[in-house]
Structure formats: structure tokens, C-alpha cells
């Protein structure tokens, strides 16, 4: 019987498209805005059109973000982990085509971090050739991989080997480039009211508006709220697992007037996570799949990183937590911890997702967030 259920929140309550969106303008500023690689600064702005962003979206991520879904099949969740592959893979190719000439200078780069400092001095270098990006190349180098998750940062390692002649370590783990690509994903999607709270430190660049206030439900407001409701009614503990950071999940959930029928104990969001990473002495991910998000969801955030990595798995009593997701990532995040798991079709995939939660045999598989209902009434 179900007595606990965990709601992972993009893809699940709130509509994704806009993190994707600012996904797609991370990359675009980290190329081309003189703050970064400066490939092309007369295309860069901080304001862009709807129609705009579309198109930039459709460049960088494909136009049916095929991008986005092979990442997604290999089980990566985060949107900062997308950008940073995204954006390290346009670096390599960028590379590539100036090693013939640059071979002493690209083997230094790769050997030490890459801040955004390193990036306006590898930048400056670029401007001194001819070259071009490619957005089209992703997918077949990526195809041509077996990797899964965080495993893929690995493999930029495999083609900087490949394409650049040089062997390095510096896109595995949670790099300072990596940091790079957080931040300025932050701009874009909070704001420049926001990203102080959000990130700790100042813009880079100042300008953004931020989606912060466009959240888009994705079912009726009233009627998630009334399934809170029944839930919380029928004596099931109700929790959130997201890699949504705090602010851009407790805000919305206000703003909804969702929040009031939540612990906050139990809302665990990417700061969490961000937190009990720095906590470890070697510095790993543990972003969805690990299910380090929905262990601490089901213990509470009051306990250590320590408690919940050492908790054994799979959980005890696991049959009666009830995970529900939109990706495989959570779908592989619910299955090491033992519990059950209900895929929604309302992300990025919709219901082409159907046969890949059929294929690795989610208990459950709803049209929308709101069947959970049923799930229930039925136990």
C-alpha cells in the first residue's frame, strides 16, 4: 500500500519548455557573446522574440530537440548537464579546427581549468581562423557512444582525444566550466532581480528578464491542487524531488498557492543536492539518476548527505513510495531505491515516452499528473 508519494516537478506540475529554452541561450551566449568565446557577438542580445528563441532553440538543439532526447534516453536529467555537454562538444569541434596550428596551445588548455577567463583568451586565439560551429554534428558523435548519465561528460574526454590528438580528464565531474554554464543558465532563467539569490554571486551579463514569472501548469491549477488535497486526505505523505534549484520551486509553488500543502522538509530541490555534493570529499554528481534527490525527499532535508548515501538499497518497504516521473532518470533513480514508478507522458518526449517506460516496465504509466488519483483510489 502507498504511503508516501515523491513528485518530481518539470515535465510533472510545471511545463519545462522554458528551461530548455533558456538552455538553448546558454549555449548560444556561451559561443558567441564577447563575455565568453565571442564567436559572433552581432548575433548576441539579452532580449529575444518568442520567435526568436525558437529558432535559436532549433539550432542548438535540433528542430524536434533531438538533442535534448538523445540526452534524455541516456538517462541525463539536468538541464545544466545538457548545456555543459552541448557546449563542450561545439568547444571540441571548435578546436579541432585549428589544431594543426594550435596543437601546443590546445594541449595547455586542456590540461588546467577552463574559467571564463580561459574562454575570452581561447576565444581571442579563435578569431585569428576561419571557423565555423556545427550544431548538427551532436547526435552522430553521440550515437557512436555507449554511455549513459554523467558517464557522457567522460566521453568529451574520448573526443577531445580524438578530434584534438590529446589526452585529458577536464570534462569529467563538476568542472569549473561546468560552473560556468550553471551561472549563466541562472541569468537567463531567473532574471536579473533574481540571480543574487539564486546563485550567490553577481550577472555577468545584466539584461535578462528572466522565465521566472512565465510558469506554464501542466494541468489545471485548481485541479493539482485538488490532488494534493485528496492525497494529503486519504494519509499519504506528499514530497517533492526536483533538480529545479529552491528559488525557481518554492516561488512558483507560492505563487500557485500550492505551497501550503507541503513540509518544506520534504521539498528537496538542486540546491540540496549541490550542497551534499560540496559536503563529499571527492566531489561526484549526484543529480537524478542517483537517487540521492528522492532518498534525502523521503527522509527529509533536515538529514546529512551522510545518512542518505549510506542508506542500503534497495530501500526497506520500498513498495509502499510511489515515485512519479517524467524521464528515465527518475524512472532509474525510483528502481535503486526499490520503489515504484509512475511515468507521466507530459515531458519533453510527451507520449513518444510511452514505449521507453514500457520497455524498462514502469509500474505505471498516465496520460497526465492528475491519474495519480487513480493509482491510489485502486490500492
Known amino acids: 500500500m502507498i504511503g508516501t508519494i515523491l513528485f518530481d516537478v518539470d515535465g510533472v506540475l510545471l511545463s519545462e519548455e522554458h528551461y530548455f529554452d533558456a538552455s538553448a541561450l546558454t549555449v548560444w551566449e556561451l559561443l558567441n557573446s564577447n563575455n565568453y568565446l565571442a564567436m559572433a557577438p552581432k548575433k548576441y542580445k539579452t532580449d529575444y522574440s518568442p520567435a526568436e528563441i525558437k529558432v535559436i532553440r532549433e539550432t542548438v538543439f535540433g528542430k524536434n530537440d533531438e538533442v535534448l532526447k538523445l540526452m534524455k534516453s541516456r538517462g541525463l536529467n539536468a538541464n545544466w548537464d545538457m548545456i555543459y555537454l552541448s557546449f563542450g562538444h561545439q568547444f571540441i569541434h571548435l578546436l579541432s579546427q585549428i589544431k594543426e596550428n594550435e596543437k601546443d596551445r590546445i594541449k595547455g588548455w586542456l590540461q588546467e581549468p577552463i574559467n571564463r577567463e580561459v574562454l575570452l583568451e ?29 558517464e557522457l561528460f567522460n566521453y568529451l574526454n574520448q573526443l577531445a582525444e580524438e578530434k584534438l590528438g590529446v589526452q585529458t580528464s577536464i570534462f569529467s565531474g563538476i568542472s569549473e566550466l561546468w560552473s560556468v554554464c550553471e551561472h549563466t543558465c541562472q541569468e537567463w532563467y531567473v532574471g536579473d532581480d533574481n540571480v543574487g539569490n539564486s546563485t550567490g554571486r553577481p550577472s555577468v551579463q545584466l539584461g535578462k528578464k528572466g522565465f521566472l514569472a512565465n510558469e506554464t501548469t501542466l494541468a489545471d491549477k485548481a485541479e493539482i491542487e485538488a490532488l494534493f488535497s485528496f492525497l494529503k486526505e486519504s494519509g499519504i505523505k506528499i514530497g517533492i524531488g526536483t533538480g529545479r534549484p529552491e528559488l525557481e520551486t518554492i516561488q512558483p509553488f507560492q505563487h500557485l498557492d500550492w505551497l501550503k500543502h507541503f513540509d518544506i ?115
Do not use: W
Not at 576565444?123 to 554523467?150: A, C, I
Not at 515531458?347 to 509500474?363: I, M, N, Q, V, Y
Open 122 to 150: 581561447i576565444g581571442g586565439v579563435l578569431h585569428n581562423y576561419e571557423v565555423n560551429l556545427d550544431f548538427d554534428r551532436f547526435v552522430p558523435d553521440f550515437e557512436h557512444s555507449t554511455e549513459t548519465k554523467q
Open 265 to 379: 522538509n520534504y521539498i528537496v530541490t538542486a540546491d540540496d543536492v549541490l550542497k551534499a555534493e560540496k559536503s563529499l570529499n571527492e566531489r561526484r554528481s549526484l543529480s537524478k539518476p542517483d537517487p540521492f534527490t528522492y532518498i534525502l525527499g523521503l527522509k527529509g532535508r533536515e538529514s546529512s548527505a551522510e545518512n542518505c548515501l549510506n542508506t542500503p538499497l534497495p530501500i526497506e518497504n520500498g513498495e509502499e513510495v510511489l515515485v512519479v516521473g517524467d524521464s528515465l532518470a527518475d524512472l532509474l533513480a525510483a528502481r535503486k531505491m526499490g520503489c515504484q514508478f509512475a511515468a507521466v507522458l507530459t515531458g519533453l518526449s510527451g507520449k513518444d515516452a510511452r514505449s521507453t517506460f514500457e520497455k524498462h516496465e514502469a509500474d505505471y504509466i498516465l496520460d497526465t499528473v492528475l491519474d495519480v488519483r487513480g493509482i491510489i483510489e485502486k490500492n
